[in-house]
């Protein structure tokens, strides 16, 4: 079955520090990968997909088949990335898709 | 172009009543999505509609149900109310017709609380 795991529920690193939020994977084929981001009091939005490899405020994300490893990544950790953040997969057979648990993300002063 | 909206935005309902939550998609979006977000749960998928059709159901029981208009705005029922359906539902849109057009643009949601 697919399935989206995301290790950590809460990682705190300090301003200024790398951060990097796990994400892996169960896809037996090739997998659509995306990552969401909801700050606070605010709607769950889409922050980066990898079939763009793109960076956006500064995330990346590359996507690692052997390790079926999404892992999101930002080498400077600023107070406003502080959110919850949530690695998704589409089912392309079930054509719908697949949250992980999602990471809290607090960046300290 | 606006963004998905979702009504009402909060709801109050009893055990053993039924609840209709509305979805309007961004314009143009034929796929309408449904989620239920709990602290426990996380986010899990309940439906997809596309173009009026349900093309994808997730596990939840028959109590759940939807259905998805011409205009593709989309509605979502609850019928006998249960303690444990107490959460917040999303909407979420998309163009959904292949590959590189299924990211899901979310509405803010319908926070229900069944006493």
């Known amino acids: 079955a697919q399935r989206v795991t995301q290790p950590e529920k809460l990682l705190s690193v300090f301003k200024g520090a790398p951060v990097e939020l796990k994400c892996n994977y169960s896809y037996s084929g090739s997998p659509e990968l995306f990552w969401y981001v909801q700050y606070s009091r605010q709607r769950l939005q889409l922050l980066l997909r990898h079939i763009s490899r793109e960076s956006i405020k500064g995330f990346t994300a590359d996507l690692n088949k052997g390790e079926t490893s999404f892992h999101l990544k930002k080498p400077f950790a600023q107070e406003e990335d502080s959110a919850m953040y949530y690695c998704?997969?589409?089912?392309?057979?079930?054509?719908?898709?697949?949250f992980g648990p999602g990471t809290r993300l607090s960046v300290l002063p | 172009k606006a963004g998905v909206t979702q009504t009402p935005r909060y709801l109050i309902k009893t055990r053993g009543q039924q609840v209709t939550l509305s979805c309007s998609p961004i314009s143009g979006h034929r796929s309408v999505s449904w989620y239920q977000q709990t602290p426990g749960q996380g986010l899990q998928f309940l439906f997809e509609?596309?173009?009026?059709?349900?093309?994808n159901k997730g596990n939840f029981p028959g109590r759940f149900s939807g259905r998805q208009f011409s205009n593709s705005r989309s509605e979502m029922n609850v019928s006998t109310l249960e303690l444990g359906d107490s959460a917040l539902y999303l909407c979420a849109s998309s163009l959904g017709t292949g590959t590189g057009t299924y990211e899901q643009y979310f509405g803010p949601g319908t926070r229900l609380t069944v006493t």
């Open positions: 998704a997969l589409f089912d392309n057979y079930g054509q719908n898709f697949v």
């Open positions: 509609y596309f173009s009026e059709t349900q093309r």
